[in-house]
């Protein structure tokens, strides 16, 4: 019966006849080859290019510090930048100390027992280290700090103060948002060169997103000045230098996309301020639907 | 730190009013009058993002440098200069940013 029925498929060539050496005579090298070599370089150059959101996505990382990037001395709560930390509890940032100051409790009455309590619930953390020393160190707190200095209390909920810091409030999106812009500018200029995208339409499309980018991180900078000359200290401000640095970001790459765009008016700067002459003589077949 | 806002702007909107003058008087072309504007819009956009990227690269990789608070103040100040004239480039380019906020079929169905 399975006999009769292949003989069936097979006479009405409904199943292909898949031999070894029909396969690899397909997927051979000079096949192949004559099949790359009929994708346009541009397009393949695309292609590769059109990755780079992906690769983006998966090189987010972490790192961590140890000392004040901005070199600042005893910077106070809640600290100049997203990297504030204050383990010791002592109201100033643990980087910007030579020695962070760890509190300890030592003025338990009894001396014999020695215990570790570390407690967490969803608001605040709480680490307490029991000595058993006794020997009187919590005399030399200052007031500010003598309500329960073993205590370090962290902002409720830091998702939410530091934006889309998943918590950590260290992290700045540097390469994956340049990838993203990059790989979005090329998607619109692939659309724009296959007629899909007006000219005009890719070059708004820019225009709107670096406007953005001038606006995000000029009213974000001003801010934070006013913050600093004022001595304003907020839980905002964390918050508000990593928009700072997450706009700035889409403006120094929207402004070399605004340059390449408009790349003719900027080669006019150096034509008529220094006299500068460019070779104006263009390849004809380059000179074709260009958006500069 | 204090940062001046004021005194860093004063030289560029006189800088501005005075190319501006000059060209509306006709005593120098328009071209050159866009031209040096977009030039110091350069600069002051070099000088205050690449300032910006070092301090950004240095926390990144905690690399400690003794000019980093006056890279900061630099970064600021330059900053303010590029805001400011990053109004005057709207200025100078008022039909291309109208284009952009509003679409020209829009504007033509308006008039």
Redesign the interface.
């Known amino acids: 019966m399975k006999k009769k029925i292949k003989s069936t498929l097979s006479r009405e060539k409904l199943v292909p006849d898949l031999s070894r050496e029909k396969i690899s005579s397909t997927l051979s090298k000079e096949n192949l080859s004559s099949v790359l070599t009929k994708i346009p370089m541009k397009q393949k150059i695309f292609a590769a290019l059109s990755t780079i959101p992906f690769i983006a996505l998966g090189s987010m990382s972490t ?10 001395v005893n910077d106070p709560y809640p600290g100049q ?1 997203p ?1 504030y930390m204050d383990v010791g509890g002592d109201g100033f940032c643990d980087f910007s100390q030579t020695t962070p100051t760890t509190t300890t409790d030592t003025s338990t009455t009894d001396p014999s027992t020695s215990d570790t309590t570390t407690s967490t619930d969803d608001t605040t953390t709480s680490t307490t280290t029991d000595q058993g020393q006794g020997n009187g160190a919590n005399a030399e707190v200052t007031p500010d700090q003598s309500t329960d200095t073993n205590t370090t209390t962290l902002p409720d909920d830091p998702g939410s103060d530091y934006g889309s810091l998943n918590g950590e409030g260290t992290n ?1 999106y ?1 390469l994956p948002v340049t990838l993203i812009i990059i790989g979005g500018y090329l998607f619109t200029y692939y659309l724009f060169k296959k007629g899909i995208l007006k000219r ?1 339409k890719h070059k ?1 499309i820019w ?2 997103l670096l ?1 953005v980018g ?1 606006l995000g ?2 009213i974000t ?2 801010i934070l ?1 006013f913050m ?2 004022l001595g304003i200290r907020t839980a905002l401000n964390q918050s508000i230098t990593f928009w700072h ?1 997450e706009m ?1 970001i889409l ?2 790459v929207g ?1 070399f996309i605004h340059l390449h765009i408009n790349w003719k ?2 080669k ?2 150096f034509r ?2 220094f006299g500068f002459k460019f070779n104006s003589r263009r390849d004809p077949t380059k000179a074709k639907g260009t958006s500069k | ?3 001046d ?1 004021i005194l860093p702007a004063i030289p560029f909107i006189g800088g501005y009013l005075l190319t501006y003058s000059l060209y509306r008087l006709k005593l120098i072309r328009k ?2 009058h866009i ?2 504007w ?2 110091i819009i ?1 600069l002051a ?1 070099l000088i205050s ?1 690449g300032a ?2 070092v ?2 690269l ?9 000019i ?2 006056e890279l ?1 103040y630099w970064h ?1 100040e330059l ?2 200069t ?2 400011l004239v ?1 109004v005057f480039h709207f200025h100078t380019y008022w039909k ?1 940013a109208k ?2 906020l509003v679409a ?1 079929k829009r504007r033509r169905s308006e008039a």
């Open positions: 790192s961590c510090a140890t000392t004040c990037p901005y070199g600042m930048c990297r700045y540097v005009n708004r225009n709107l406007t001038y991180t000029g900078g001003v000045t600093v000359n640095v700035a403006m120094v402004t008016p900027f006019n700067i008529v301020l | 730190m204090v940062y806002m071209a050159v031209n040096i977009n030039l350069g956009f993002a910006g990227f301090l950004l240095i926390m990144e990789f905690n690399v400690k440098l003794p980093s608070p900061l600021v900053g303010i590029l805001a990053t291309s284009t952009m020209a």
